[in-house]
């Protein structure tokens, strides 16, 4: 029998997979994050602030949104046919399935963000600074990223199950995304504008802090999601 | 005024309070003590409390803010506690009790927003300031309200127990990311200065009223979480009546 | 596989109230029934993908749910294909055989695959595949882990005649090997075809339970109808 890592994994290259196949989910996120991005240019006066200040914003809503677009996914592909209750009846523990979801989910966000993120800096003529920044700046990204994904495959789980599905996703998961955004945004601001990274330490505490409690909480509470 | 309303437990429980829905048809008197409470309170606030000199009358608010934002938090924390505890021991009343607290904290959340906001114009000059504390409130009315919609979207029951369990503990966890970021965001943003007493020391008249107030406001939620809590148990027990 | 006295409710709806049967190995209960009936609930407790609310269920020694244990000795087949749409019917396979840690995926796979017929389409995406082709990838991907129980919900619909054939083989070589088969279905003559003991029922309860040999086929039909007549 796989231990937990294994079916994880097992489970996550299954969903990219059937992701890589189709297609069309990716996409779509990737479009809606380019038009959001442009539509956002022009909502604003560019004579009252510089397009290079709003970026930082911009970007960390295009990640929610589009995120909040990969997660729903995630679990619609397990209701077809009730695919979930093969995972279930497998011998593999609960949280294994929680955690294969949520890897897969993660690198669906990341890709999203290695389009959306030299978007915005195309449009916005934002400055990505030197290699340091922009590695910062990735890694920065990877921990949001896990943040997000983390709450939202949990509520994504949940969502699937209940009525008005698509506007339950955002409406709960949103609340749990602004712990996420602030920090993320701040430091991006502080490192484009080539400040150092120990500036934005006490920013990236809080965002460390809030994957490891989530991870965890939303890991403990999975198992009670999907079994009765 | 001398009362301080002499403060009741629950009142009494039957151990399996799933078989006494008609045997109540008494007055709910904890009830019209808790609202007497409150309605003292506000006559000692409104005429025997005097006018701070600073803000004016304005500041008679702070009687209802703070009481109604500490039963707005103290709810929830019975809305995590009572999750956790069905959680672990799937006793249907605990969910129940997590039901009724969370719609008895909404309305004080609710409030304290409100007030909050009317506070601040006269104060301020502004009907909302992005400040920890207030922040914080309002997202616990997103969490309360989440969970009420999310409570509304189930209808099997034991999912629904499950599901809105998760919630609220998530969401106790959530809020006190809120603060500290608001307030990180706050600390580095200097942001007008606002010149709110938080914890003034109090001649003794007001500092009476306002431990009045606390009392008062939290004695209502128990009389209001008690009867809500009792017609939870009803409605289960007429489901069970119909098969349901 | 035993059951005793399992019960299990959805609020105050006993879907399943009281019931209990043993089998042994090499041995099938046949479960007919109206829709309703709770057969498909009782499936699901075996599977161990719902809890007993009262009762017990038991699978080769150990207690239902049980954890990964139970589950490794259970095959489940039911309406759903629970199949991915967009996956191969081989890679389909090959991943519950990786999930139930089967030796050798992938000829455990090319096995399965074989004895459903399957072979030819293996490689196809499920979403090409007919309603009855779908089925047989779902009755493989069930039994690619060689399970102690298999349970059956309503196999036989949608499949044609090649594949109720490449479906009853299947079954008889799996109780040849010692696997006890729980088999719900509607269609009686199917049923008691495979049957070492058959079960009528409603209301959540086998209202008739006995071995395959005390029954006369005909006097049981007609003795169905009239139940599942009472219960409509």
């Not at chain 1, 504008?193 to 802090?209: D, F, M, Q, T």
């Not at chain 3, 596989?1 to 019931?19: C, Q, W």
């Not at chain 3, 991915?84 to 695959?113: I, K, M």
């Not at chain 3, 279905?185 to 008691?192: F, I, Q, S």
């Amino acid at each position: 029998m796989p231990d937990t890592l294994g079916a994880a994994l097992l489970i996550a290259r299954k969903d990219l997979a059937i992701e890589f196949r189709t297609r069309t989910a990716f996409f779509s996120a990737v479009v809606f994050a380019l038009l959001a991005i442009v539509i956002f240019f022009f909502a604003w006066d560019p004579t009252a602030v510089a397009a290079s200040d709003l970026a930082p914003g911009v970007l960390w809503v295009i990640f929610t949104f589009s995120g909040l677009l990969g997660l729903h996914r995630s679990f619609g592909v397990e209701m077809a046919d009730r695919a979930l209750d093969g995972l279930l009846g497998a011998p593999v523990p609960r949280h294994a399935i929680y955690l294969g979801k949520a890897m897969a989910n993660l690198v669906f966000v990341l890709a999203i963000e290695v389009i959306a993120v030299p978007a915005v800096a195309l449009f916005y003529d934002m400055p990505l600074g030197g290699a340091k920044s922009v590695a910062a700046l990735a890694a920065l990204m990877i921990l949001a990223a896990i943040g997000l994904v983390a709450v939202g495959t949990l509520f994504a789980a949940m969502s699937v199950n209940t009525r008005l599905g698509e506007l339950m996703l955002p409406m709960l998961s949103l609340p749990f995304f602004v712990p996420i955004v602030i920090p993320a945004a701040q430091t991006t601001a502080r490192l484009l504008a080539g400040r150092p990274v120990s500036e934005s330490i006490g920013w990236l505490k809080i965002l460390v802090a809030f994957d490891l409690v989530f991870v965890a909480a939303c890991t403990m509470a999975f198992p009670h999601t999907i079994e009765d | 005024m001398t009362d301080t309303a002499t403060r009741n437990p629950l009142g009494s429980h039957a151990a399996s309070d799933a078989v006494r829905p008609a045997a109540r048809a008494t007055f709910d008197w904890l009830f019209v003590v808790a609202v007497l409470a409150v309605i003292a309170t506000f006559i000692r606030a409104i005429y025997f409390t005097p006018i701070e000199a600073l803000q004016g009358p304005a500041q008679k608010i702070y009687y209802v803010h703070p009481p109604s934002a500490w039963v707005a938090f103290l709810a929830f924390g019975i809305v995590a506690i009572a999750s956790l505890g069905y959680l672990w021991m799937k006793d249907m009343r605990l969910d129940r009790l997590a039901e009724s607290s969370a719609e008895v904290g909404v309305v004080f959340t609710t409030i304290t927003l409100m007030t909050g906001s009317l506070w601040g114009k006269p104060i301020w000059g502004t009907w909302w300031t992005w400040d920890a504390r207030l922040t914080s409130t309002l997202f616990l009315w997103f969490i309360y309200v989440g969970y009420l919609i999310l409570r509304g979207a189930i209808e099997d029951h034991g999912m629904r127990a499950r599901y809105s369990a998760v919630l609220g503990i998530l969401g106790s966890l959530l809020i006190p990311f809120i603060h500290l970021s608001v307030y990180l965001f706050r600390t580095l943003h200097p942001m007008p200065i606002i010149g709110k007493p938080s914890k003034p020391s109090l001649p003794n008249d007001m500092l009476e009223t306002f431990l009045l107030a606390f009392c008062s406001f939290t004695l209502l939620y128990v009389a209001l979480l008690r009867a809500r809590y009792r017609l939870a148990t009803d409605r289960a027990a007429l489901e069970a009546e119909e098969g349901r | 596989m035993e059951a005793d006295a399992l019960v299990r409710a959805f609020g105050h709806r006993r879907a399943v109230n009281g019931l209990s049967f043993a089998l042994d190995a090499g041995e099938c209960l046949a479960v007919f029934g109206p829709n309703g009936a709770g057969k498909t609930t009782l499936l699901r407790v075996l599977a161990g993908l719902l809890r007993p609310t009262q009762g017990r269920a038991i699978v080769s020694g150990v207690p239902l749910p049980g954890g990964p244990e139970a589950r490794r000795r259970i095959g489940f087949i039911s309406h759903a294909s629970m199949l991915y749409a967009a996956l191969t019917a081989r890679e389909n396979v090959e991943l519950a055989a990786r999930l139930f840690g089967v030796p050798d995926p992938r000829a455990a796979t090319a096995r399965a695959l074989d004895a459903m017929r399957m072979t030819p389409r293996a490689d196809t995406p499920v979403r090409a595949l007919s309603r009855g082709m779908q089925q047989r990838v779902s009755i493989a991907r069930a039994m690619v882990h060689d399970p102690h129980v298999v349970l059956l919900d309503e196999p036989f619909t949608g499949l044609d005649a090649s594949g109720a054939a490449a479906l009853s083989n299947a079954l008889g070589v799996l109780r040849g090997s010692g696997a006890a088969l729980v088999l719900v279905t509607h269609n009686l003559d199917e049923g008691l075809a495979l049957a070492t003991h058959a079960a009528i029922m409603t209301g959540g309860t086998f209202v008739r339970y006995e071995p395959r040999a005390a029954i006369d086929p005909r006097a049981y039909a007609e003795s169905y109808r009239n139940l599942v007549a009472l219960d409509a």
